[in-house]
């Protein structure tokens, strides 16, 4: 069914009637304070919602999304939302989500050019180089999957070593950071067991990780 923009608006206002009449009160409560506990770093693939994956209800769960979930230093507008949720919200967990099938993570591996956006997948290219034996050991079927779950692990590790998570590790905060792949087929997340909160124990935990992806059984 298509749908037009005026449609849009047609099911807002049912959506806000149902959730007043199921939960009196429901938005002045959400208007008084977001306190959530969780960070979501994910794709932007419209397909991967991370309140619905979760759980969670809004105001539960603090989200950036960019194609192919990805951190860098030079991306001002992810570490500013990172610092926000780490200094002002004080999330406990900060979850980067892969997931399978991503477009992103599959021109990189396959080295497709899609435009302007080429130079931003470079990021997700340069894990594929950083891991290139490792892939080329997996059937070629399972290289998009591998490639998925290795990209979440190195953006954990991305974010682990931002100052903002030095600062706050640093004065003692306690913030977790995971690592994860969600299946577009059966809706599940896949823990990557990357899961970091301290600058401790940092690389024997990314080896830790890899060594899974790679003793992952794919059929």
């Known amino acids: 069914m298509s749908t037009s923009i005026d449609d849009l608006f047609v099911h ?10 199921e939960r009196p009160g429901f938005f002045t409560a959400l208007l008084a304070q977001q306190k959530p506990k969780y960070m979501w770093i994910g794709c932007s693939d419209s397909r991967v919602p991370a309140n619905q994956i979760t759980g969670l209800e809004p105001g539960e769960v603090f989200v950036h999304r960019n194609v192919a979930n990805v951190v860098v230093p030079t991306d001002l507008n992810c570490l500013s939302t990172i610092q926000y949720a780490v200094d002002q919200l004080r999330v406990e967990h900060l979850m980067v989500v892969g997931h399978y099938g991503c477009g992103g993570v599959l021109a990189a591996l396959e080295g497709t050019r899609v435009g302007l956006a080429d130079n931003w997948i470079r990021h997700v290219t340069d894990v594929r180089d950083r891991h290139r034996d490792l892939i080329a ?6 290289r998009h999957d591998v ?12 974010v682990a070593q ?15 950071l995971h690592g994860w792949c969600y299946g577009l087929k059966d809706g599940l997340i896949n823990n990557l067991h990357m899961t970091v909160d301290s600058t401790e124990g940092l690389e024997s935990l990314y080896k830790a990780a890899i060594a899974g992806v790679a003793a992952v059984q794919r059929q």
């Open 147 to 158: 490639l998925c779950e290795l990209n979440a692990i190195e953006q954990v590790v991305n």
């Open 12 to 21: 807002n206002r049912a959506w806000a009637a149902e959730m007043e009449r």
């Open 162 to 176: 931002t100052t903002v998570m030095l600062d706050a590790w640093g004065r003692g905060q306690k913030v977790t």
């Open 137 to 142: 050991s997996i059937a070629p079927q399972w």
